[in-house]
């Protein structure tokens, strides 16, 4: 199994059309990342990381994990970090309004997105476990054996 880290990516390649300075962040080249990662993806046994999902093809996946975090939690998380009022705002709000859960259902059959806690090291804990059963399930459906790289 393969952990594609797309941040990575993205700063191992320079792979950013430019900066936005409300946010303070980088803005991903999304077609740059897809022509580097395609061929890894589609051959399977991978774990794309990633906090969007909707510019990724729909066939890539057997699993969307969208995790969650209780408001007052990421708000801490992020202040922590030392993100603007603006960034953390924008953060809480599409935490309230579910924007990356919903993308990930309107961009995928919603059948396979599943949403996570993700709010202690408890949830983690109880992630990882579930990620590991679903693997292991998936593998055992399918033939039993991690495919080829």
Known sequence: MKHVNIGAVALENNFY??????LECKILDEDKVLSHIEDT?????NIVDYHGSDFFDEDWF??????RTEIEILAK???????????????IESEIFQV????????????????????NLADVDSNVARIQSWIQSWYADNGGTEPER
């Not at 059309?17 to 409300?22: A, K, N, V």
């Open 17 to 22: 059309e430019g900066e936005d300075s409300t």
């Open 77 to 91: 998380r992020l202040e922590e970090r030392e993100y603007s009022d603006v960034k953390i705002k924008n953060n």
């Open 62 to 67: 057997d699993i969307v994990f969208c995790l």
């Open 41 to 45: 993806v589609r051959r399977g046994n």
């Open 100 to 119: 990356l859960l919903e993308e990930a259902r309107e961009s995928y059959d919603p059948e396979i997105v599943y949403e996570l806690p993700s709010n």
